[in-house]
């Protein structure tokens, strides 16, 4: 299996643009969770999914981002309008069944300019 | 408010010697716990886990160690190799959800 696929790898982009990160789990894998790792947070969970259905959103920080998982291989975490603060590494992770032994990508890199 | 707390955010070590990782948590209804090696632009993987029900758990030259009375785990690496270096994350679930830490960057010098 290819593991958890992330794109794009990186992204620069001017404050106020709109941003989409886009995930593809592992195949057989029913969660999904997208985190973001930043100096000062840590990694932090922002949503996680469970059989595409949102099921816990509280880590997601304001109205300006959004998630979403239209089938079991595809997921997408969009910003808008994004903002320089929101510079971060942004990682998706599936599993199946528990949250446990999570799978993770390798990550986008997002900058915000 | 952070419940898994790693209070050292780095820590160097010489190759061939034991590496000693620790994590505090807050949260009593924790039930599992979890260790992640980060390298540089790669994702989080997983490592090894201890279930509450045990206070040891061996991989290798992995250990992890759990005193729930203190909500303190550790991880220890024996003997410590220059390939350890990374970023190692712990990490705490008490339901449907991973808690991590901030990391801590353990660095093997040979």
């Known amino acids: 299996d290819a593991g958890v696929i992330q794109s794009p790898r990186h992204e620069v982009t001017e404050m106020g643009q709109e941003v989409t990160l886009r995930c593809k789990p592992i195949s057989g894998h029913n969660s999904l969770f997208w985190y973001r790792q930043t100096m000062m947070r840590g990694l932090e969970l922002l949503i996680y999914?469970?059989?595409?259905?949102?099921?816990?959103d509280s880590g997601m920080p304001e109205d300006r981002f959004s998630a979403k998982m239209p089938n079991a291989s595809f997921s997408t975490l969009k910003i808008q309008p994004s903002e320089p603060r929101d510079s971060a590494v942004y990682f998706c992770?599936?599993?199946?069944?528990?949250?446990?032994?999570?799978?993770f990508g390798p990550g986008t890199r997002l900058t915000v300019t | 408010d952070q419940q898994v707390k790693q209070n050292s955010p780095s820590l160097s070590v010489q190759e061939g010697r034991i590496s000693i990782l620790n994590c505090d948590y807050t949260n009593s209804m924790f039930d599992y716990f979890l260790w992640y090696k980060k390298y540089p632009a790669e994702g989080p993987t997983f490592l090894i886990s201890i279930s509450s029900i045990k206070d040891k758990n061996e991989d290798g030259r992995f250990t992890v160690f759990l005193n729930k009375s203190a909500k303190h785990l550790s991880l220890h690496i024996v003997p410590s190799q220059p390939g350890d270096s990374a970023v190692y994350f712990c990490a705490a679930s008490g339901g449907n959800k991973l808690v991590f830490g901030a990391g801590t960057i353990l660095r093997v010098k040979s």
């Open positions: 999914f469970n059989n595409n259905v949102p099921i816990d």
């Open positions: 992770a599936s599993t199946v069944g528990g949250p446990y032994e999570q799978y």
